[in-house]
Each structure stands twice: as C-alpha cells, then as structure tokens.
C-alpha cells in the first residue's frame, strides 16, 4: 500500500469509525444513511473547499497575500468564524430536505459534516507533513469537530421542531469552542505546558457533547412512550 493510501486510511477510516457509533445511537428512528453519507461527503468536500478559500484569503496565504498576519490569535480567530458556518452548510442539506425531526437528528448529521471536514483535513495535513500527523491527529481532530458541529446540528434539529427559530446561539457557541481549542493548540507546539488546557478543552467538549446526547435521548423516550401511549388508545 502507497503512502497515499496509509495517509487516506488514518484520515478516514477513525472518521468512519466515529460516524458508525454516532449513527447507532439514533436507535428509534436511524436517519437514511444516503442523507447520513451525503452529509459526510459534502463536509468533506464543500465545507472544506469554502474554508481553505476563505481561511487562504484571511490568514493562510499562498498565491494571494493574506488579510489578517499568521499569529496564533487571528489563525484560531478565523478558523472558529469560518470553518463552522462552513460545515453548517452541510448540515442544512437533510435539514432543508426534511429529514430532522428532532436534536438527535441533528447531532447525527452535525457529526456526519464534522467528520468528513476533519477527515479531508487530516488528509491534507498528512499529504502536505506526512503520515504521522495524519496518525497524530487521527481520532483527536475529528472528536473535536464531530463535538462542534453536532452542537449546531442540535439547534437544526431544535428548529425543526419549531423550540427554538435560530441556530445563531449553537452556532456562535461552536465557533467560541473551536477559535479557543485552534490557540491553545497553536500555542502548546511551543509551550508544553499548555497541553494541560488541551485536556481540559478535551473533557469540557466530551460534557458538552454527552449533555446534548443526553437530552436527544430524553427527548428520543418521550416520543416513543408518546407513540407507545397513542398506540394505546386506539
């Protein structure tokens, strides 16, 4: 196997991996997984194609001169206010085409988008620094995302059923998470001691995400006793 294909493998297949226990924990209703794997695809894809372009133009460079200088701040700043609308994109796909119904609808799309963005991100990385980022990365990075994004996805799903009109607060909450994760990440390259805030930033998004599941799966009982007591009467 060529080292294209090593480097493939540890970007996707933790990604996957990820994707096939979150899809398992919508038990009572599993979403279609052609909209499960087209949301996937278009993080992947979409998502990460609008970010590189933007992200290029404010602090990345390349053949254009950046906007804003290279610094931890601004790099962290704007990949939180640009790769989080980014994946919202995807997930808007099942959203605009009927498929939630509730916030673990959302959550399962909203991890679908943020693995397959930090897949092709893994991917890149390793094309561009070699397999052992991509190794080193393999199941941290796409934690992350997957977290950020279900927190959206959950307000897609919250809107979908009509508790709450926007899902400007998850978002802007998404964007706060990743721009804070992204410095302290910057910053513990060259300060080691700053890995203790990356494992803070760990456990506080591993909460954040078990208490959206937790209420996905309250409100996942509730709908079933719901139809269970329907069923009933009739």
């Known amino acids: 196997m060529g080292l294209i294909a090593y480097i493939a493998f540890f970007a996707y297949a933790p990604a996957l991996a990820i994707l096939w226990y979150f899809y398992h924990k919508d038990r009572y209703e599993p979403e279609p997984k052609r909209y499960v794997v087209a949301t996937f695809l278009l993080g992947a894809t979409l998502s990460v194609g609008i970010a590189y372009i933007l992200e290029s133009a404010l602090t990345i460079g390349g053949i254009i001169k950046p906007i804003l200088p290279a610094t931890a701040f601004y790099v962290a700043l704007v990949a939180g206010l640009v790769e989080e ?18 916030i673990m609808d959302g959550i ?3 991890v679908a988008a ?20 991509t190794i080193a990365r393999a199941f941290l990075t796409p934690f992350a995302h997957a977290t950020w994004s279900a927190i959206v996805g959950a307000g897609y799903g919250l809107v979908a059923e009509g508790k709450t009109y926007s899902t400007g607060s998850f978002l802007a909450l998404a964007m706060i998470l990743h721009a804070i994760w992204d410095y302290f990440a910057f910053l513990s390259a060259g300060i080691p001691a700053y ?24 409100e996942e009982r509730s709908k079933l006793w719901y139809y269970l007591f329907r069923r009933g009467m009739q």
């Open 108 to 110: 399962v799309y909203g």
């Open 114 to 133: 943020g693995l397959g963005f930090a897949a092709t991100e893994n991917f890149l990385y390793g094309l561009g620094w070699g397999v052992g980022v």
């Open 195 to 218: 890995n203790l805030v990356l494992i803070f930033l760990i456990l506080l998004n591993a909460a954040i995400l078990r208490y959206f599941l937790m209420l996905a799966e309250m």
């Open 85 to 102: 609308p980014a994946k919202a994109l995807a997930i808007r796909y099942p959203f605009a085409a009927g498929q939630m119904d509730g």
